[in-house]
């Protein structure tokens, strides 16, 4: 599966941005999928994950209630939708898949086998 994330762009805090990934391959509706951010000096972070099916997601504390995360299998896309961008959320965001369907592992960095090349958000204050 080869990812590709796009989307990302300079936005004022309270504003909103949607990151999109597309996948190649025809069995993307088999992957659980997650996004992940890096900010500068930080190490990489889960932001949030749906299920293969996109029956469950779940989301790190400080993105609930503000960043959806969704998902497209006819356009073999995931995407996820940024609303009340805060400075913090500044970061390069990642997708990754995994075919290994245990979703206890979800937020997990080395549960996914697959990575896209990141987009880059950045929220002014």
């Known amino acids: 599966v080869q990812l590709q994330a796009s989307g990302g762009g300079l936005v004022q805090a309270g504003g909103s941005l949607r990151l999109s990934c597309a996948a190649s391959?025809?069995?993307?509706?088999?992957?659980?999928m997650g996004w992940f951010r890096q900010a500068p000096g930080k190490e990489r972070e889960f932001v949030a994950a749906?299920?293969?099916?996109?029956?469950?997601?779940y989301y790190a504390d400080s993105v609930k209630g503000r960043f959806t995360i969704s998902r497209d299998d006819a356009k073999n896309t995931v995407y996820l939708r940024m609303n009340s961008l805060k400075p913090e959320d500044t970061a390069v965001y990642y997708c990754?898949?995994?075919?290994?369907?245990?979703?206890?592992?979800?937020?997990?960095?080395?549960?996914?086998?697959?990575w896209g090349q990141g987009t880059q958000v950045t929220v002014s204050s």
């Open positions: 990754a898949a995994t075919s290994f369907r245990n979703w206890d592992t979800k937020s997990s960095e080395a549960a996914y086998d697959y």
């Open positions: 391959g025809r069995t993307f509706n088999n992957y659980n």
């Open positions: 749906i299920s293969w099916g996109g029956g469950r997601t």
